[in-house]
């Protein structure tokens, strides 16, 4: 059974740029998450989705940040304009949809390079 | 709100040696707790989990936690420590009870394991 599915597994990006991560969760899990880790902190919840909705995005910078988890293909974290702030790991995790499975499986992570 | 509070950001043991990473949760209700460990440039894997059941947790790779709801606690322990535990350990909770799915981290313990 294939675990959470995370590509690139590295992203170069010039400053303005926009960087595209993906992610595919594990088969059977609708719930997608993704976090971010910046040097040296701790990782930050960003958004929560099910398919074809945005659940919780309490954690999502309000500007250039946006995500989406379509009916098909996977899911996709977009950040446009990149800044060097940006470059940090981005991880993506996902559950299964039964109430009480709360366990949430991580991918490998994109990290993301500003220039 | 809730919070997560790990004690000491760099643990040094000897091969051998007891294991032991402290966190204290901060809420009213017990949450689900985790303990997940990350590798260098890699992502997280989930070593444990408590979810209202036995308070006293076994995980992977030999390690456990104990649930204590009078201290709000979740301390980490493996009796023996090895070479290949070096690795940074991180406690996350998700609160119950309010719909919640997003894993709220400590800021993490950096485990150094000395031969």
């Known amino acids: 059974n294939a675990g959470v599915m995370q590509n690139p597994r590295h992203l170069v990006r010039r400053r303005g740029q926009e960087a595209r991560l993906r992610c595919s969760p594990m088969?059977?899990?609708?719930?997608v998450y993704w976090y971010r880790q910046l040097p040296e902190e701790g990782l930050k919840f960003m958004v929560y989705l099910q398919k074809e909705n945005i659940i919780d995005e309490s954690g999502m910078p309000k500007e250039r940040f946006s995500a989406e988890f379509p009916k098909e293909g996977p899911s996709i974290l977009r950040i446009q304009q990149v800044v060097r702030g940006d470059s940090a790991a981005y991880f993506c995790?996902?559950?299964?949809?039964?109430?009480?499975?709360?366990?949430?499986?991580f991918g490998p992570g994109t990290r993301l390079l500003v220039l | 709100a809730q919070s997560v509070t790990q004690l000491g950001s760099h643990v040094s043991v000897s091969e051998g040696a007891l294991v032991l990473l402290r966190c204290n949760y901060s809420s009213s209700v017990p949450p689900y707790l985790f303990w997940y460990v990350q590798y260098p440039n890699q992502g997280l894997q989930l070593l444990l989990k408590?979810?209202?059941?036995?308070?006293l947790v076994k995980g992977i790779n030999g390690f456990e936690a104990e649930f204590k709801k009078s201290e709000t606690s979740f301390h980490l322990t493996k009796p023996s420590a090895h070479m290949s535990d070096a690795a940074e350990y991180f406690c996350?909770?998700?609160?119950?009870?309010?719909?919640?799915?997003?894993?709220?981290f400590g800021s993490g313990t950096r485990l150094q394991v000395q031969p």
């Open positions: 996350a909770v998700i609160l119950k009870g309010t719909g919640r799915r997003a894993l709220t």
């Open positions: 408590y979810t209202s059941a036995a308070t």
């Open positions: 088969k059977g899990h609708s719930h």
């Open positions: 995790a996902s559950s299964p949809l039964n109430p009480g499975q709360e366990t949430q499986y």
